[in-house]
């Protein structure tokens, strides 16, 4: 999951919890130019991929 | 800081030919009240009608419910900041305010074009939530407002707000140069003591990020709603309504409930008795990213610290993802050695969620409030006989597009107590 506010994705027991920007824009950001805010945002799904195939234990936070 | 405050009960209104306190009984001279209202060129029409408990009355569009205040001696005004009222730090001399009596503010103007700044609280005098809540208990005398509609939604907001708080300055005004029936001081002189030092810490949503606006109508410390660092307050300053501003019903404060918060009560009454009480601070929720969050609750838990907190009582009034700050509050005292209590209500069993949205080991000693009903089933609210501020009413606060008309029966959700304010009980098993 994918998420701005991650204290609660992990506190509701998500597994795989990947740190989001913030709720206006969870996988990008708006301020970059868009090849950055690209870049940026295939760095959070790339850490999402990794995630998947990442095995936890319990609720578990992922950077970008 | 002292603050004395004289009480002027009103158990009677009378509509009259002028405006005056006299033994209890508040007689308004409407007629000039309302012209006074209409020099506003944003207010096209202003009506007062008086609400008594236990009449089959129903107030739509209401925004506000507000007890009338005024500074008497000291500086600042009551109600400070909001509307262009002078932002003066308050909670010093001596106030007067009339009790049993509050101003319910309706008119058909949102608080904010966005999420949540709709038109959702009514108010009955009648029925299962009238009998719970305050506001069924208090003579309720309802300003209903028209206003210009070609207006932004922030003018026809403030002209709203700003005619309420106008009326309620007339009307205690009527009590400057009279004796008070009853009369308090309020200081927290320092005592020296061993006593344990307990802060307030009360949440307040911010409306800045659905509406997206650095200066939306909603409930203000010192008129200011927008995401704010935490701030610190003598609770003096709530007495004089620092804290106040119209909201919508995500938020479960009006104005009168911020300057009768049982907690501020409660906290005094036992000051120099069973502890300190140390102040009041007053955080801002919903801000939208983690960091933010964190850094609130950081914060709030570092100036309780500063201030010698041996614990820390936190109710706060919205929820949804407001309360991520509530009990990250909660876990960073916690961590700081600050014994927390958590006031809060419960999400009901229909919701098909957790009773909390979100909790954490360290939240060990909470004050519920329960699902705001007294059992499983959702209140029956018979229908009003009489309506005013409006023919239409939201069928959900969820759902603002689905409207019904305003007298309508309605099997209510619940309604929310934050601040224990509610005359439910309950019991252990």
């Not at chain 2, 005592?191 to 949503?205: E, F």
């Not at chain 2, 010192?222 to 300053?237: K, V």
């Not at chain 2, 509050?329 to 949205?357: F, M």
């Amino acid at each position: 999951m994918i998420s701005a506010l991650h204290a609660i994705a992990l506190n509701g027991g998500a597994p795989r919890v990947i740190h989001g920007a913030r709720i206006e824009h969870v996988c990008g950001n708006p301020g970059l130019t868009p090849e950055m805010d690209q870049a940026h945002a295939r760095q959070i799904v790339l850490t999402a991929c990794a995630a998947i195939q990442t095995a936890v234990t319990g609720p578990t936070l992922f950077e970008p | 800081m002292k603050l004395q405050v004289g009480t002027f009960p009103v158990q009677d209104v009378v509509f009259g030919e002028a405006t005056r306190w006299r033994d209890g009984v508040l007689e308004i001279h409407a007629d000039g009240l309302l012209a006074e209202i209409r020099r506003d060129a944003r207010i096209l029409n202003a009506e007062l009608h008086l609400l008594r408990p236990r009449e089959r009355v129903r107030l739509v569009n209401v925004r506000d419910v507000i007890e009338p205040r005024v500074k008497v001696d000291g500086p600042g005004v009551c109600y400070p900041g909001i509307c262009g009222r002078p932002n003066t730090t308050v909670g010093e001399g001596r106030t007067h305010r009339l009790s049993g009596l509050a101003v319910a503010e309706s008119a058909d103007t949102v608080l904010y074009e966005g999420n949540d700044g709709w038109l959702d609280r009514w108010l009955d005098m009648y029925g299962p939530v009238a009998e719970v809540a305050p506001s069924g208990k208090l003579l309720n005398l309802a300003l209903i407002l028209t206003i210009e509609t070609r207006l932004v939604a922030q003018e026809r907001s403030d002209a709203a707000h700003r005619a309420a708080l106008d009326l309620c300055d007339r009307l205690a005004r009527t009590t400057i140069g009279l004796a008070p029936p009853e009369e308090r001081t309020y200081q927290l002189p320092t005592s020296g003591s061993s006593l344990p030092r307990v802060v307030y810490i009360v949440c307040l949503r911010s409306p800045q990020h659905y509406s997206g606006s650095l200066s939306a109508s909603w409930v203000g410390i010192y008129g200011m709603t927008r995401l704010t660092p935490p701030w610190l307050l003598h609770p003096n300053e709530l007495l004089d309504g620092a804290i106040s501003g119209p909201a919508s019903s995500h938020s479960a404060t009006t104005s009168w409930v911020m300057t009768n918060n049982p907690i501020v009560d409660d906290l005094y009454r036992g000051h120099g008795v069973d502890h300190d009480f140390a102040g009041v601070i007053a955080i801002r929720t919903r801000w939208t990213a983690q960091e933010e969050k964190d850094l609130t609750a950081y914060q709030a838990a570092k100036l309780a610290r500063l201030l010698g907190a041996a614990g820390a009582i936190i109710s706060y009034d919205a929820g949804g993802n407001d309360f991520m700050e509530v009990m990250l509050t909660v876990q960073a005292c916690e961590r700081l050695g600050i014994k927390t209590v958590l006031l809060t209500g419960e999400s009901p069993p229909e919701s098909e969620g957790l009773p909390l949205l979100m909790s954490l080991p360290e939240a060990d000693a909470v004050v519920s409030t329960g699902c705001g009903r007294p059992g499983r089933e959702a209140l029956e609210i018979p229908a009003a006989e009489r309506v005013l501020g409006g023919p239409e009413l939201f069928a959900t606060s969820d759902r603002p597009a689905e409207r019904i008309p305003a007298d309508s029966p309605m099997n209510f959700h619940r309604w929310t107590d934050l601040f224990g304010l509610g005359t439910t009980s309950s019991f252990e098993y």
